[in-house]
Every structure is written in C-alpha cells, then in structure tokens.
C-alpha cells in the first residue's frame, strides 16, 4: 500500500494517473470485478459529478453512469445545457464494483480514498455533485444523511459541493425528481456565477 501510495502522489497528470489506479489492488473489490472504473469526462472541466461506484453495466464496459442510470443523468446535464465529453468530468467513490451492487464498506472507502483524492487535486473543480449517501458522507465527512444534506452548498477550500440524491433513486423514488431538478438547477446558477456567465441551458 505505501509503495502505491507513493506512485500515486507522484502522478502529475491524469492520465499517468488513470494508468497507475487501473493497476489498484488496494481493496478486496478488485478480486471480483472486470473493470476498474477510473472515471470520464473533460480533465479541463469545473464541474465533478460523484457516484458510488460502478454497478454491472460500468463493470461489464469499463465506463461511469452507462445503465439505466447513467442514461437518467445523461437526460438531466442535457436539460442544463451540460455534455459529458465537454463540462463535467464523472467518477466514483470507489472505482470497483461491489458484489452484488451493495453498499461499499467502510474500509473499501478508505482503501479507495487516496485514489479519489488525487483525482479531484488533478482535476481542480469548482463545483462538485455528490449523488447519493456514499458520495456526500464520504466527501463532506458526514453522518448526516442525503436527504438532509441536499440542496444546500457546502464550501471547502475552492469547491462547491452539491449534494443531491443518486439518479438510480429517482426510479424507485420519483418523487425526489423535483428535489434533484431543483439542484442541478442551482449548480447551473454557480455554474453562470464562478466559470461561464454566458453558459445556455435548454431548461433552466
Ligand atoms: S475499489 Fe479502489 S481501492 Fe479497491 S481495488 Fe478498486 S481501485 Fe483499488
């Protein structure tokens, strides 16, 4: 673990660093899974977009938010006027997928943690979206639950947090649509107000 923790911290760009975390054996998720899911998006972006981890079709392909979740999401940054490949780059807390979709453990969070941490110092957002429990607790270092926590920014250092719910709630959940309208809604307002004033969005 030092010896890759050594590596990592000396990774000056992303992709050395892409490299160096596909070789992660740092946890016992990567017995189980095909792929170790880094992340994608724009490595110039201001905004991150942070999930749990990787479930059975990110596995299969090796990519972020591709199920019926990532789909969701996808249709959610087109109403803001957001594109994958251009305004955001998407990660997850861990980069390997828990058996059976499960929560990650807390030591599997841990393990993963320095691989997160240099991501976001490599990548230097300006606003952050924590979606669901795993991402705003692990990232704010909070018990409190998602459901209190979203909706209100939290700052630290030079970023803005956002926690909102997992887009995988809103299927079992539809209720909490609008709660999640609502705040991509106010991430495209900070959006305006810190990175692009002039930046267009089809809905809000
Ligand atoms: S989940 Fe994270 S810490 Fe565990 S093996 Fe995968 S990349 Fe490494």
Known sequence: MDGYLSKLRKAADLDTLAKIVQ??????????????VFGEGNPKAQVVI??????????????????RAGQLLDQ?????????????????????????NRTPAPEEIQACLPNLRMQVHLLGPKIMILMGNC???????????????????????EIWFMPTYHPAALFHRPQLKKAVWDDFQAVVAKYRALVDPEHRSPHC
Do not use: M, Y
């Open 50 to 67: 942070c999930g749990e981890g990787p479930g059975a079709d990110e596995d299969r392909i090796g990519r972020p938010f591709v199920g």
């Open 23 to 36: 070789a992660c054996h740092c946890c016992s998720l990567r017995n189980g899974c095909q792929h170790v």
């Open 76 to 100: 959610i940054l087109a109403a803001c006027g957001f594109q994958r490949s251009q305004h955001v780059f998407i990660l997850n807390v861990v980069k390997c997928r828990p058996p059976g």
């Open 135 to 157: 991402a705003a607790q692990t990232i704010l270092r909070t018990d409190q639950g998602i459901s209190q926590l979203r909706g209100q920014w939290v700052q630290k250092g």
